[in-house]
């Protein structure tokens, strides 16, 4: 009886060891191991050790679990495949590139940490990576110590350039600052300001705000909820006694699901009340559910029915590679080209040297599927054409007005005298 | 005169969308005692068993059948999570009675390792689940004045479930020897009851009263792998204020706080709102530790 006791503790305490192990080395070489796996699987069989000698590798940083995974892990995806197209066709500078995968698990100093392990013990090129400007905050004085390089692909509040990421997302006067003048033109004065309660749609209203003072627009309510709120029936019942003429929407995540849902139920439709989303996206759509948002309107540089024939493609390949029931959508385009970018810029600038690749990225064009794009030299962001949508039955989004040209991003709104002081506080 | 009516009807739903959330946590924290940090996974289980459940029913969308889905999705939700809370508690949380600490970590982890799970199966993004035709629409009383249907179901299914409960555990056979392992597990045992079956079976009627939870929450909002950590302080909250170990309690606990919610969040907004329900809970509970309704037994006086 006593042995079997002990066999039993033994057995059970190798079994917590070997457990332990393979955690810690999922965790340690989570990167390495997982992207070797997904590259075998395609093509190219990684050559074990020996293969990192011709390859260069860069790092992806994006949120693989947490809340933040519904949005991040779809442009993982994005980038992976621009990887593999890459690579097909040759690689750069006759090199493969070989990606080491990071999980940023939705919490920004685990972001910070992985920013600095791909930094100093991969030594990576360059990372494509966050999602929240929460993130991006908290990696960029790590990229900034490390003399690192950072690709993010998702719209932000701007009132922000630094020297070591490219932002290939929109800035506000790409996206937020037209939105307000469409509407202030075309459906009324009138504005009902609801975010959730983090840096972006505090900035942004902020800026709303200044814009609607200038151009003579008004401002009913202001209101914020925190991140993962789910009942907006007291929001909802606010906007009915305020009677804005348009609601201005820059919730995150989830609550973009619970708002729609429920301004649905309480009987507002799309033809009572203007809303426009800034954070609401083709992927976002499906989990909203078409019916229940149809008819509202978005702001982005892409939609997934931009007709372009680099899109047609673009949208072919994802599709094929990830699932018919897939959408594309503005981030996922975003860290597309993004990738795409800075392969050109090494090839360019013959060598991966960051300084070397920042000089040549100045002013490089690209053909992206959202349309020719350019990296602005002085601030490293991208022009990008503006487009307001709105969404159909199928849960895609239609076209209903564009800047046609890319417009030159400017984060800190200089061109705007009406912005003045909005930057330096 | 309206807004203030409809905000008194949504002080009643959230209050009731939270008593349904609470009560599985009333059996599991309050009869049994056991912090079960998985139970809001326990929820999301139940939203994700609707949506397997819509899934199967999806080849007759658009017939009049297919809007009865989520009448069967119900139970469906109930036996799913009462199954997983069952496997649950014979594997984990039948080693840790009377282990509180060891039983949060568990539970803790168990909850990291179901979402997870969620999201490896169903993946990542979000799932909708569409609501039935039936449900849409809303009960327009005078102009500005709608009663979404929706809402007024889940009324309906909150009073349901607590009297389902309250006749379960006060009417029935299987009730009295609940209340007995609970109250006094030795003296039950000594009469010939099988603690551990009814240990198990309680937690499953626990957890099945959390995957109902779930199921009415796919009407409202958004079906995700981390659908169930939104809930878990709230929970909690209803659970604590109301008494543990309390069924009456759980209804007083939740409706005092749904309603505190969304006045405050009328009269101030969202966070602030929260913030001053909490401070008022705190405050009450310095007041009176035990919350509104207390259980008075020889097990709970150790």
């Known amino acids: 009886m006593k042995n079997n006791i002990i066999r039993k503790w033994k057995k059970a305490f190798v079994g917590t060891i070997s457990a332990a192990v393979a955690v810690s080395m999922l965790l340690t070489g989570c990167g390495g191991g997982a992207a070797g796996g997904e590259q075998q699987s395609s093509s190219t069989p990684a050559q074990g050790g020996a293969a990192s000698a011709d390859t260069i590798k860069v790092g992806i940083l994006h949120s693989l679990s947490g809340t933040m995974a519904i949005s991040e892990v779809s442009v993982k995806d994005a980038e992976m495949m621009a990887i593999e197209e890459i690579n097909a066709a040759g690689g750069v500078l006759g090199k493969k590139i070989e990606p080491v995968i990071e999980d940023g698990a939705s919490d920004w100093p685990t972001f910070a940490e992985k920013a600095k392990k791909l930094l100093q013990n991969d030594k990576v090129a360059t990372v494509f990576g966050c999602w929240t400007s929460a993130s991006r905050k908290a990696v960029l004085p790590v990229f900034e110590e490390n003399n690192g390089l950072l690709w993010y692909p998702v719209q932000y509040e701007g009132m922000e350039s630094s020297p070591n990421i490219f932002y290939s997302g929109a800035a506000p006067n790409q996206q937020i600052v037209p939105a307000v003048e469409w509407l202030l033109q075309n459906k009324g004065k009138k504005f009902f300001l609801l975010g959730s309660d983090y840096v972006f749609p505090r900035t942004a209203n902020k800026i709303i705000k200044a814009q609607l003072e200038a151009m003579g627009g008004e401002l009913v309510a202001e209101e914020y909820t925190p991140l993962g709120h789910t009942d907006y029936s007291t929001i909802v019942n606010k906007i009915k006694s305020a009677k804005p003429d348009v609601v201005f929407n820059t919730l995150n995540g989830d609550s973009n699901v619970a708002f729609f849902k429920q301004l649905k139920d309480a009987g507002i439709t799309a033809g009572d009340l203007t809303t426009l989303s800034v954070s609401v996206a083709e992927e976002e759509i499906r989990g909203i559910g078409a019916d229940n948002i149809q008819g509202h309107l978005v702001s982005w540089n892409y939609y997934q029915t931009t007709d372009t024939p680099e899109n047609k493609e673009f949208v072919e390949k994802y599709k094929a590679k990830y699932g018919a029931d897939r959408v594309t959508d503005d981030p996922i385009e975003a860290a597309y080209i993004q990738v795409y970018l800075w392969a050109e810029a090494v090839k360019k600038a013959g060598s991966t040297d960051i300084e070397k690749v920042k000089e040549a990225a100045k002013g490089l064009e690209f053909k992206a599927p959202e349309g020719l794009v350019k990296i602005e030299g002085e601030n490293q962001h991208l022009w990008k054409p503006v487009r307001i949508g709105e969404v159909q039955s199928d849960g895609l989004i239609k076209e209903i007005w564009s800047t046609g040209e890319a417009v030159r991003p400017d984060p800190y709104l200089k061109t705007y005298d009406w912005a003045k002081g909005l930057s330096n506080e | ?302």
């Open chain 2, 1 to 302: 005169m309206e807004t203030y009516l409809l905000q008194i009807f949504n002080g009643i739903s959230v209050s009731s969308i939270l008593m349904l959330a609470a009560l599985g946590l009333a059996v599991t924290f309050g009869l049994m005692k056991i912090i079960n940090m998985a139970h809001g996974e326990l929820i999301m289980t139940g939203a994700y068993a609707t949506y397997i459940i819509q899934g199967v029913f999806k080849p007759l969308d658009g017939s009049a059948v297919f809007g009865l889905y989520f009448i069967l999705a119900i139970p469906g939700a109930f036996l799913i999570t009462a199954a997983v809370g069952y496997l649950l508690e014979i594997s984990v949380i039948k080693r840790l009675y009377g282990r509180p600490l060891d039983s949060l970590l568990a539970t803790w982890g168990v909850s990291l390792v179901l979402q997870q799970l969620a999201r490896s199966i169903f993946g990542a993004p979000n799932v909708d689940v569409k609501s039935p035709a039936w449900l849409n629409g809303g009960l327009v009383l005078t102009e500005g004045l709608q009663l979404p249907y929706k809402r007024l179901f889940i009324i309906f299914l909150a009073a349901l479930c607590i009297l389902g409960v309250y006749w379960f555990l006060y009417r029935t056979a299987w009730g009295r020897r609940i209340r007995a392992v609970m109250q006094n597990r030795s003296m039950a045992q000594s009469l010939g009851i099988n603690t551990r079956m009814i240990d198990s079976i309680t937690f499953a009627l626990g957890s099945g009263l959390a995957g109902v939870a779930g199921c009415a929450l796919t009407l409202l909002g958004s079906i995700g792998p981390t659908l169930g950590t939104g809930y878990i302080v709230d929970t909690f909250m209803v659970v604590v204020l109301g008494g543990a170990g309390s069924i009456i309690g759980t209804v007083a606990g939740a409706g005092s706080i749904g309603i505190g919610n969304t006045a405050f969040e009328f009269l101030t907004n969202a966070s602030l709102g929260k913030v001053i329900v909490f401070l008022v809970v705190i405050m009450f509970l310095q007041w009176k530790p035990q919350g509104f309704f207390t259980i008075s037994s020889r097990a709970l006086d150790e």
